[in-house]
């Protein structure tokens, strides 16, 4: 029985590696006939393979594509999943409240950053791209939200993340983090405006990770 | 601001021959920066050819920089196509919905013709206004997308993403179609006698992988620099974030500058590429330019130069891609006085020295 679990697990992971659609379909349904536990098939076969195709991305042998087509194969499987889910998985759960700025429409980075965040259990709220600033601190106040993560392209746009970390500092928000990244965005950059940069998608994630880990050792 | 003992065209065609200059050639890439300079909204280049113009020649008074070039933004070209394009009041366009939504639609795509279609007119009067204007002192370039990158904003950015894999006609054609857009453009540019540039930005590493380059965009792009060569007009081509993986695909297409980002190492891109192609890089638009002091555009600017001066095919200081609309106007100049200061020719033993010495020479520059 667990040789089986082992090794539908490990199809469930290559399948999103591979940017397989259709078989990670049918291998979280195989899963599921077997009544296996879907939760596990999320966190060990869909995460893991998430997890590898984001390793491969770093090591340059993945680029943007590929990822996009793992996440796609991802979702496919968490959509035969996500029904057979027991009602009180994962307890309280870390928010992170996301967008692509104002003046800027390109959104794969923010997509790859959101699905990485929400296989690694953490709740994301997706504003979507063309945001503006007070949208997204009005949203992360409204859902207590412990992070926002602001992406941009264009280097055109970079004034509204300041804006956002310029809002919350006015109001003495300082419970809530800003994390930023996207093609134009430095360390440099970040700095200047008080805000924490991630380079790439698992970057982020870890970034977000030690980010609320401070918050709870405060 | 210091002052050039040369003009721009002078200064070029002196460096051809090989012959004594007064500096290395800068071109910070202001882009739409120029409105600030010239004191107008970004949305006028939408509709005026005067004002594209003249926002160009006023900010390159200004600066006094090796190049000036009309283009607002990627758009233009799949807008003329059918695309949606945001106009923000006082910001760059961008794109709203590609030309097509269904892949359907893609036998109905049809070239553009830059004497009609979108705001192509508009750009290629301002072209007109530009060279009449500046052409005997300084080079003058019409901006083109690459027929790849193009296709992307035709058939939308994810959509093509997913085409790449599961139905590869689909992109080929699209990059086909776009190709023709392409080159009737840069006839265009041609026709008005300025010298057409090349952004790629798609095409980089650091969105799609170089076996996909190799695919989908090397073929279309390369057909594009030889129709250029064709017409007896050399080529600059850039391409955003990290390129090295394609170097040598990109040498092969016949180009003669290459415009690298600053995520790239700029030593080694002269190392490998520098004997074949002028090489154009790579001051940090962003940290540096944008976000930094003059003494950090300084800095940044001796490094670049210390890296890349001796490039065999020659060498021009540049921002790593457009600058943001709101760069600080004295990191501009600095960027320029610091070419100025350095000289030419260029003296490694003198760039060490700027390096370590204190900023004696800025704080005269800021009086």
């Known amino acids: 029985m667990s040789d089986l679990k082992d090794r539908l697990l490990k199809e469930l992971s290559n399948s999103v590696v591979d940017m397989d659609e259709v078989k990670t379909i049918e291998i979280a349904q195989n899963f599921v006939k077997h009544n296996l536990d879907a939760y596990e098939a999320i966190d060990k076969g869909l995460a893991s393979g998430m997890e590898r195709a984001g390793k491969l991305y770093e090591e340059e042998e993945y680029y943007i594509p590929e990822l996009m087509m793992c996440s796609d194969a991802m979702y496919a499987g968490l959509d035969v999943l996500k029904p057979h889910l027991g009602k009180n998985e994962g307890g309280h759960k870390h928010k992170v409240v996301i967008g692509v700025v104002e003046g800027d429409t390109h959104d794969i980075g923010k997509n790859l950053v959101k699905i990485m965040l929400e296989t690694s259990g953490f709740e994301v709220v997706d504003l979507g791209r063309d945001v503006p600033p007070m949208a997204f601190i009005e949203r992360a106040k409204e859902i207590d939200a412990d992070i926002i993560a602001l992406s941009t392209l264009m280097t055109t746009t970079m004034e509204n993340m300041a804006t956002v970390v310029q809002i919350l500092k006015d109001e003495k928000n300082n419970k809530i983090k800003v994390m930023v990244g996207g093609g134009c965005i430095s360390p440099g950059f970040a700095n200047k405006i008080g805000a924490y940069y991630a380079s790439d998608a698992s970057k982020a994630v870890k970034m977000a990770r030690s980010l609320v880990e401070k918050t709870i050792v405060c | ?367």
Not at chain 2, 23 to 31: E, F, G, S, T
Not at chain 2, 145 to 155: K, Q, S
Not at chain 2, 192 to 207: A, D
């Open chain 2, 1 to 367: 601001m210091l002052a050039d003992k040369m003009m721009p065209m002078e200064r070029a065609r002196a460096l051809a021959k090989g012959e004594m200059v007064d500096r290395l050639p800068c071109n910070p890439n202001v882009a739409n920066g120029v409105a600030r300079i010239y004191g107008c909204k970004i949305s006028e280049f939408n509709t005026s050819a005067r004002t594209i113009a003249n926002a160009q020649i006023a900010s390159y008074r200004r600066f006094g920089y090796d190049g000036v070039r009309i283009f607002t933004d990627l758009f233009p070209w799949a807008e003329a196509m059918g695309a949606e394009i945001n106009f923000p009041d006082d910001n760059t366009a961008n794109l709203a919905k590609p030309a097509i939504n269904d892949i359907s639609g893609i036998f109905n795509l049809q070239p553009a013709d830059p004497y009609r279609d979108g705001r192509l007119p508009i750009h290629i009067e301002a072209m007109k206004y530009l060279i009449d204007e500046l052409g005997d002192e300084v080079g003058c370039a019409g901006g083109i997308v690459g027929p790849f990158t193009n296709a992307f904003f035709l058939l939308g950015i994810e959509n093509l993403i997913k085409l790449m894999f599961k139905n590869k006609e689909v992109v080929h054609r699209a990059c086909e179609v776009s190709l023709e857009t392409c080159i009737r453009y840069v006839q265009a540019i041609i026709d008005q006698g300025l010298t057409p540039t090349i952004s790629e930005s798609m095409s980089s590493c650091t969105v799609v992988s170089p076996k996909h380059f190799r695919e989908f965009g090397a073929p279309y792009i390369k057909r594009l620099v030889q129709y250029i060569n064709s017409k007896g007009k050399p080529v600059t081509m850039h391409i955003c974030g990290k390129t090295a993986k394609i170097w040598e695909d990109v040498v092969a297409m016949g180009i003669a500058g290459f415009s690298i980002d600053n995520v790239v190492d700029l030593k080694q891109c002269k190392e490998q590429i520098g004997d074949r192609v002028k090489i154009l890089g790579h001051v940090d638009p962003s940290a540096i330019l944008y976000a930094g002091t003059p003494t950090d555009v300084r800095r940044a600017v001796i490094e670049c130069v210390q890296q890349a001066w001796d490039a065999p095919k020659g060498y021009v200081i540049m921002s790593g891609c457009s600058l943001p609309v709101e760069t600080p106007f004295e990191n501009i100049e600095a960027m320029m006085d610091t070419a100025r200061e350095i000289g030419y020719p260029v003296d490694p033993e003198k760039l060490n020295k700027m390096l370590s010495g204190h900023n004696y020479s800025f704080s005269r520059y800021n009086e």
